[in-house]
């Protein structure tokens, strides 16, 4: 069975940052195109970031330049570094591949908000 399990969410004023981790079990992550995305409350589920298997990052115009993905193959982990947080990137986040299957972990919850 293939699970992500999702970690590092929490409450942070705006202008703070957070690290997201997506653990990866049942299968090696290293071979697959993988992405963050996150569902913001009374909204459709949307694309964040993505990660090819050699290490080509691809963002959201919402997020550019203040999110940074990242995988370490040898942990089979994606990781999701979120900078000068915005109140409006308040939501739950979740990993997957890229395109997404249709197999959704927990995710996280990430709250911003003074």
């Known amino acids: 069975q293939v699970q992500f399990v999702e970690s590092g969410g929490g409450l942070v004023q705006p202008g703070g940052s957070l690290r997201l981790s997506c653990a990866a079990s049942?299968?090696?992550?290293?071979?697959?195109?993988m992405a963050w995305y996150r569902q913001a409350p009374e909204k459709q589920r949307e694309y964040v970031a993505d990660?090819?298997?050699?290490?080509?990052?691809g963002y959201a115009d919402s997020v550019k330049g203040r999110f940074t993905i990242s995988r370490d193959n040898a942990k089979n982990t994606v990781y999701l570094q979120m900078n000068s947080l915005k109140p409006e990137d308040t939501g739950v986040y979740y990993c997957?591949?890229?395109?997404?299957?249709?197999?959704w972990g927990q995710g996280t919850q990430v709250t911003v908000s003074s």
């Open positions: 997957n591949y890229y395109p997404n299957s249709d197999r």
């Open positions: 990660i090819t298997i050699i290490g080509r990052a």
């Open positions: 049942g299968i090696a992550a290293s071979i697959f195109r």
